[in-house]
């Protein structure tokens, strides 16, 4: 994304020739504040140019080309060029190698494909996931193998029953259970079969080929150029200071103008893609433990980069509601008024915040803050601290001149809103640059692996109905497959090894998945099988042999580059670079040119494959459309699924639960707040889990039912999450420790009751209409009594102009009866003052209102 910079046309003050200092730590220039104080004629309103391409070095040079058709091409050639060293290292194996782990060579392919993925980190994780799989099978093997009971087939299915059981219901990565229970068909099999029995070292063979494609995956994310979760999580890290400075110091310079322009939907789109750079920045630093293992400054630098994705959380809320403010602002005659006295400590505020924003990130990027830095810190800290205080003085006696010294008049109250949430903004700030100073990480590896091993048996996990449920649809499918394999196919394992490849956390959409996994399966052995009989017609084992590796090369290029770029194909791309590697790679096994009956016999095993595959997904998908615990379209709409150790709810149990949070408020005050943020934030999960889960109603089959309405979801998903913020902005107005007591002030006027009388009722008509408009999923139409109670529902704006008279009333009652008090009283910062607070709660009570309008309107639109 290019800078907003640029793009807005914004520029840095300062002197061009200055030095940049290097990359993350010392400077070549003291540091001079540029930021005006009071008595100061001129105002700096642009951000260091120097902290700017100091940022800009750690970012690296602007990407030319979408970032997921660059992923593609980069891992795709990495994974081809492994497979391809692979299939070369055959001649220079030593001559006594024996002969099964020749054989196993195949078995590299989705050791490779399925290991390397994203970064180093994530790569270090599915490698150590791989080998807990495999080990845990080849345990398996060698604990039955021990036992030697006489009957082999009852103790092959009894041990095979327990052991997929376990393995699903235990609380481990998917990864895990797939490398576990894919192996496992073939052993627990062999085991059965009478006068069968591995081959000397075959267990040691799938130990090395696992062991082997993890150690080429991972030579794969170092060359040619690294690949590691650390560099991105630093890299994202300078764009989102960098970016998120910029947003601020444009929003406000926005707001101060003196009118509206079209660049403010411009901002919305440099938001939105902010909001993904964040995403992206948790996953990488969550990720980056499997490079360093907090171990030392790998453990400072993830412990504080890990701190700035919880700071960014906080400021893209803070932008959020300053959008609100933005975009309720009529820019008239009394707002110039309000804004133009205070116009260039805010912008001045404002690149000062993003100033010690962006430097903090550096520091926190480089994972220590030497004494130079320090004192740096502390000077840009000193400039925020008293660029506040001026805007609280400037602010206080602006509101003193036009709005009588209340400041809750309707010409003041944005502005008094917009006030506080940039000092909050900067509050925020400082509080994260003063924690760099003292912050230590608080786990270390060993108890970070040890909590790991102890959740794979949390039993609250184990016993919820989402997993239970996944336990018995997959379960009973590899049960099945491999009776079926045992009893009828005569010991074939082939059907229970590909349901485990294909075994999938995600409730719905089992035909349309299913379909693809068949696609991708099918056309890997299809494809891989053209190409090698199309090789062996060349009849020169020396020239087979070059162009199996080249053939290779190119195939899993491919099918690796759709795997890690699309988000649609990925699936089938991966499944396709694993079985039709597996076939190419398969002629290493035999030294001499393969004739035409050969080829007739792979053909055969071809089919054989396919038939058993499509046995397979039929169990599979007819199992799980028979046993889901709910279709998507109901989890999307209300029901609970499982990720990690939580309820997933979706859509109207997040709406509920804000809801009902904000109603509890309402009647019992600030008592109902202690877990506010715990129980918000689960509802920003449930909102992302909802969209997830209608993208999955959107693709399974419906049958008897009208169409999903995917577009209403959407639209009541982004509305839901509007008002979510909304109404925890009020509730922050309302809490903490300079709450000044405001709702027993606002709870005490007569206008209060009828105003949460009125909007309560709102509240539980849009939840039983919201509820009957997303349960109706017949093709008749909704019954017309449903919408009686939303007729006479009407906004509350004139309620609540009451409400605000009688607090105006009250303090400026308060105001005359102490003036000098009033004045001592005079806060350092906007953030704590409680008629800027006030100021929030008001102009967001009036904005949820109107959020309840609009859900109202768009569940009717789409009845």
């Not at 805010?346 to 690149?351: H, N």
């Not at 399966?521 to 062996?536: A, D, E, P, Y």
């Not at 998507?632 to 150790?645: F, L, N, P, T």
């Not at 008629?835 to 109107?850: N, P, Q, W």
Request: hydrophobic share 45%.
């Amino acid at each position: 994304m290019p800078a907003m910079a640029s793009s807005w046309g914004l520029t840095f003050c300062g002197t061009p020739g200055h030095a940049a200092g290097t990359l993350l730590n010392s400077r070549e220039a003291p540091y001079v504040s540029m930021r005006m104080h009071a008595g100061d004629k001129v105002s700096c309103d642009q951000i260091d140019p120097q902290l700017a391409e100091r940022l800009d070095k750690l970012i690296g040079p602007p990407r030319q080309w979408r970032e997921k058709f660059t992923h593609g091409l980069s891992f795709g050639g990495r994974v081809g060029a492994v497979c391809a060293l692979a299939c070369a290292a055959r001649p220079f194996l030593p001559e006594d190698t024996p002969s099964i782990y020749i054989a196993y060579m195949p078995a590299l392919i989705p050791a490779i494909v399925y290991t390397l993925y994203g970064d180093l980190a994530t790569t270090m994780m599915y490698a150590v996931q791989g080998l807990l799989g495999t080990g845990l099978a080849c345990a398996n093997h060698l604990l039955i193998d021990h036992l030697s009971l006489s009957d082999s087939k009852v103790t092959s299915v009894v041990d095979f029953v327990i052991f997929t059981v376990v393995v699903l219901a235990l609380n481990m990565n998917l990864n895990v259970k797939i490398f576990a229970l894919s192996w496992t068909p073939y052993f627990v099999m062999t085991h059965a079969k009478p006068d069968a029995d591995l081959v000397e070292g075959e267990l040691t063979a799938v130990m090395l080929s696992q062991v082997a494609g993890s150690l080429l995956a991972l030579l794969a994310t170092l060359l040619p150029w690294p690949k590691t979760a650390f560099g991105d999580a630093r890299r994202l890290a300078a764009t989102t200071a960098k970016e998120t400075a910029e947003l601020f110091l444009f929003l406000a310079k926005y707001y101060c103008g003196s009118e509206p322009h079209l660049d403010i939907h411009m901002w919305n789109s440099h938001l939105e893609a902010q909001r993904n750079l964040a995403s992206r920045m948790k996953v990488a630093t969550n990720a980056a433990w499997w490079e360093g293992f907090d171990l030392g400054g790998w453990g400072q630098t993830r412990a504080l980069l890990g701190r700035h994705v919880l700071l960014l959380e906080q400021m893209d809320r803070r932008l959020g509601v300053l959008k609100v403010c933005a975009q309720r602002e009529e820019f008239s005659a009394s707002h110039q008024k309000a804004m133009v006295p205070v116009r260039a400590i805010v912008a001045d505020l404002v690149c000062a915040m993003g100033e010690l924003l962006m430097d903090a990130t550096l520091c926190a990027a480089d994972g220590r803050i030497n004494e130079a830095e320090k004192q740096t810190m502390q000077q840009r800290i000193g400039d925020v601290h008293k660029l506040v205080k001026e805007l609280s003085e400037a602010w206080g006696n602006v509101r003193k001149t036009l709005a009588h010294g209340v400041g809750l008049a309707r010409d003041v109250r944005t502005e008094g809103f917009f006030i506080c949430e940039v000092s909050r903004v900067a509050d925020m700030v400082v509080e994260f640059a003063e924690e760099l100073h003292v912050f230590q990480p608080k786990d270390n590896m060993c108890k970070v692996a040890c909590g790991s091993l102890r959740n794979w048996f949390n039993m609250e996990v184990i016993t919820s109905p989402a997993n239970l449920n996944f336990v018995l649809r997959n379960g009973l499918s590899l049960i099945i497959s491999f009776l079926l394999g045992l009893f009828v196919w005569d010991f074939n394992h082939v059907a229970a090894g590909y349901l485990a490849l294909m075994l999938s956390q995600k409730p719905g959409a089992a035909l349309h998945s299913n379909l693809g996994r068949m696609q991708g399966t099918i056309l890997g052995v299809l494809v891989g099988n053209v190409l090698f009989t199309n090789l062996v017609a060349l009849h020169s084992p020396d020239v087979v042999f070059y162009c199996q590796c080249v053939a290779l090369f190119l195939f899993e290029c491919f099918a690796n580059f759709i795997y890690h770029s699309s988000e649609d194909f990925g699936n089938i791309g991966g499944l396709l670079a694993v079985f039709g590697g597996k076939v190419l790679l398969r002629v290493l096994t035999t030294t001499r040119t393969l004739e035409s009956k050969d080829i007739l016999t792979m053909e055969g095993a071809a089919y054989e494959e396919f038939f058993y595959l499509v046995v397979g997904l039929a169990l599979l998908t007819s199992l799980d459309m028979l046993l889901l615990q709910k279709p998507a379209s109901c989890m999307a709409r209300e029901a609970q699924g499982h990720v990690e150790c939580l309820e997933r709810e979706a859509l109207l149990t997040g709406m509920t639960k804000t809801l009902n949070l904000f109603e509890a408020f309402l009647v019992d005050g600030e008592s109902q707040l202690e877990d506010m943020d715990k129980t918000l934030n689960g509802v920003e999960g449930n909102l992302a889990s909802a969209s997830g889960f209608a993208s999955e109603a959107n693709n399974e089959p419906r049958w008897h039912k009208a169409l999903f309405r995917k577009t209403l979801f959407d639209i009541l998903i982004e509305q839901v999450d509007g008002l979510h913020m909304d109404i925890r902005t009020v509730l922050h107005a309302f809490s903490g420790v300079h709450n000044h007591g405001l709702y027993r002030l606002v709870s005490s006027q007569p206008a209060f009751q009828v105003w949460r009388t009125k909007f309560l009722k709102r509240v539980h008509t849009l939840q039983d209409l919201v509820r009957k408009v997303l349960e109706h999923e017949s093709v008749l139409k909704l019954d017309v009594e449903v919408i009686q109670e939303v007729r006479s529902s009407t906004p509350l704006q004139g309620e609540l102009e009451s409400l605000v008279a009688e607090v105006i009333a009250e303090l400026q009652a308060e105001a005359n009866a102490s003036p000098k008090k009033d004045a001592r009283e005079q806060p350092t910062s906007m953030a704590a003052d409680r008629v800027c607070r006030l100021c929030t709660a008001f102009e967001m009570l009036d904005r949820v209102d109107r959020d309840i309008s609009a859900m109202l309107a768009s569940s009717l639109q789409r009845i």
